[in-house]
């Protein structure tokens, strides 16, 4: 393994710490590549500029104009391994990690891509091809089972139409240990689909749940209310279903200001 690709697998596995990033691109700019290495100081900066109340809007304005000059220069390069499914906004303290794609892009490509950046936010755009022979072919149950969800911390399903039973096999991945945020909204999860969720431990250290418009009724939404595994939520949204008051002030009562739609 090269030096190049141990900063990677470092950052790779710890995909929250600032700092290899911060030597990785110390390297860059020591071994002839010092404008990628410019690019990750400036966004991590810029990234940690929003955690400060007093923040130096000339400074920021500076970081900004230098990320998008940089990125002029160099998305071609940059952004090439991961198109057409990566943009500009995919950068996240200076690597991919946002990707949009279709579920069959996403079983095809995503094991390499997981090598070559901290991918962690997934949104898939849609869950089925067309095949001239068997007609519509749905790959719902490979992504939902493809122990690479394993790595993402942030998944974005909404509006794919799924079901309870579609969710059968998420809910038996063994580790989803890393995810934060899940979104599912405008589904059809039903009441049935949120106990499901609302049982799962491997969501324990979920932080945002969107499950608006699901056709959730009051039986899932007392499961989501009462389920002893959404301890961490800090959002929760799951208005745009048939809630009655009394089982919405359950909402209310468990998750406080998380509920938030």
Do not use: C
């Not at 001239?132 to 942030?154: D, F, I, M, Q, W």
């Not at 399903?157 to 979104?183: K, V, Y």
């Not at 939520?233 to 008051?245: F, H, M, P, Q």
């Amino acid at each position: 393994m090269t030096e190049a690709e141990t900063f990677l697998a470092a950052i790779i596995a710890q995909p929250d710490d600032d700092t290899v990033r911060l030597v990785y691109a110390d390297w860059l700019a020591e071994n002839g590549q010092p404008d990628r290495g410019e690019f990750i100081r400036a966004e991590i900066e810029l990234a940690q500029s929003l955690l400060h109340e007093e923040i130096d809007e000339r400074r920021r304005r500076v970081l900004l104009d230098r990320r998008a000059a940089l990125l002029k220069r160099h998305k071609a390069v940059w952004l090439a391994p991961f198109l057409p499914f990566a943009r500009e906004d995919s950068f996240e303290r200076g690597f991919v990690q946002a990707l949009e794609v279709p579920a069959r892009d996403f079983l095809d490509s995503a094991g390499t891509w997981f090598e070559q950046t901290p991918l962690t936010r997934v949104k898939v755009t849609e869950l089925h091809t067309w095949n001239p022979v068997h007609g519509r072919v749905s790959h719902t149950a490979e992504v939902l089972g493809s122990p690479l969800l394993a790595r993402v911390t942030a998944l974005d399903l909404d509006g794919r139409g799924l079901t309870a039973t579609d969710l059968m096999p998420f809910a038996a991945q063994p580790d989803l240990s890393r995810l934060r945020e899940l979104s599912l909204a405008y589904n059809g999860l039903r009441s049935e689909g949120a106990t499901l969720l609302a049982s799962m431990p491997q969501l324990a250290h979920l932080e945002s749940l969107d499950l608006r418009s699901n056709g959730i009724t009051d039986p899932g939404a007392r499961a989501v209310a009462l389920g002893a595994h959404f301890g961490a939520l800090k959002e929760l949204r799951i208005s745009k279903n048939s809630i009655r008051n009394r089982t919405w002030a359950m909402l209310e009562e468990r998750f406080d200001y998380a509920l938030v739609g």
